[in-house]
């Protein structure tokens, strides 16, 4: 554990420094991992998780997500399962359905949750909102949390290249003493660069918060107004397009990523920098009371609800599938297809 200073707060964080994979791999020398689902997040962790050498298995239904798991090299009958033959066989059992498919297949792994066992999420969302979801895990299990801070995706590819993704971690029910020391384990064995301590709750809440805001929902709508804005005053789609997101994304995001806001606006020219000192406090103050409103639909729980109910629909899928799809069908995203191709790199992908 290193302490850590954040802006003037001091926090613990947890590398391989602290917490090597040998000591990983020696805390769970004797479990078999069992990762239940393999839409997104089950790829990523089951495949670092057997890379870095852990014992794991693979619980998934039929369909198409189970053949993935199939050319993923996971082989039915010894290391992939179906749900509920994967929670039998494991001794920590990683929750790795979606938020609501968890719900439903909650009594088919409860009954295989004995006393010894380890249960494993990447969000807070089925305990903290147990009112909703009805899961209650038995009393004399541990129950933790490891929840990788960006997708599925990015976790297995930046493990490929020898990065890491960072986490948060929890413990909401420690039975055997050690279930802190197989949280990190976890997190080292899928691929964690580092991390950060928080609560179920803490973490639901912030997620529900971030993905909605700033990391999705808001960024998006943020884009489409100001491309709408200028195609409404007669910018070409290109330009509109160039303006809006292409220049972000390529030259200023990466410089704010690499050294910092300032140093994004040090990099830019001084009517640039002039002008956006002005206008990011209006923005900021217009989008406040947006964000406080979010917030508070998570914290009570609505937006869980929401998309409890959503998500639950037999044919959710293709629903979300067919909203996407309006995404990618609108003039602004068409658009980044043709100012993708431009791009002198470009390789037809
Ligand atoms: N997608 C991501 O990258 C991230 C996800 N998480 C969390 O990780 C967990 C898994 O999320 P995702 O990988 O996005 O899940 P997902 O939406 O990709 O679903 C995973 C699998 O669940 C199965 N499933 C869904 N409903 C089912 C049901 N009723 N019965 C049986 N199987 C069912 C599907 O076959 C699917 O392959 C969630 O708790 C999520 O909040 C956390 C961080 C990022
Ligand atoms: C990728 C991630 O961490 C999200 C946005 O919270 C999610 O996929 O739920
Ligand atoms: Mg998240
Ligand atoms: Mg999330």
């Known amino acids: 554990m290193a302490e850590m200073n954040f802006g003037g707060i001091s926090e613990t964080v947890v590398t391989s420094r602290e917490f090597s994979l040998d000591k990983a791999r020696e805390v769970l020398r004797n479990e078999t991992i069992a990762v239940i689902g393999y839409g997104i997040q089950g790829p990523g962790q089951a495949c670092n998780l057997r890379d870095n050498g852990f014992n794991v298995i693979v619980g998934q239904r039929q369909g198409k997500t189970y053949d993935k798991a ?6 039915p009958g010894e290391t992939l399962f179906s749900i509920e033959e994967a929670a039998e066989r494991g001794t920590v059992i990683c929750m790795l359905l979606s938020d609501a498919g968890q719900i439903q297949a909650w009594p088919s792994v409860k009954k295989y949750l004995n006393a010894g066992k380890t249960l494993y999420y990447s969000h807070g969302f089925a305990v903290n909102w147990s009112d909703r979801t009805g899961v209650v895990p038995p009393a004399d299990i541990d129950v933790i949390l490891v929840a990788p801070k960006g997708s599925g995706t990015s976790l297995r590819t930046m493990f490929k290249e020898g990065r890491g993704l960072n986490c948060s971690y929890a413990v909401y029910q420690d039975v055997s003493g050690k279930a802190e020391e197989k949280t990190l384990a976890l997190g080292i064995g899928i691929g964690a660069g580092y991390m950060f301590k928080t609560t179920f709750e803490r973490e639901a809440v912030s997620d529900l918060t971030g993905e909605r805001g700033s990391l999705m929902g808001a960024i998006e709508g ?9 195609r409404e005053h007669g910018h070409s789609p290109s330009e509109a397009f160039n303006e809006t997101v292409e220049e972000l994304t390529q030259s200023l995001m990466p410089l704010f990523a690499q050294k910092g806001m300032d140093w ?18 209006r923005f900021r103050d217009a989008i406040k009371p947006v964000m406080e409103w979010l917030y508070l639909s998570v914290k009570s729980g609505d937006e869980a609800q929401r998309s409890i109910d959503s998500n639950s629909k037999p ?33 037809g992908e």
């Not at 994004?264 to 406090?281: E, F, H, I, K, V």
Request: proline share 3%; net charge negative.
């Open 264 to 281: 994004m606006y040090a990099n830019c020219s001084t009517t640039a920098q002039r002008g956006a000192l002005d206008w990011a406090p």
């Open 70 to 75: 199939v050319a993923d090299g996971w082989v």
């Open 222 to 230: 943020l884009l489409e107004a100001q491309y709408e804005v200028l």
């Open 315 to 347: 044919d959710y899928r293709e629903g979300l599938n067919k909203e996407l799809e309006e995404m990618r069908n609108k003039e602004m995203w068409r658009a980044a297809v043709s100012v993708r191709k431009l791009r002198p790199e470009y390789d």
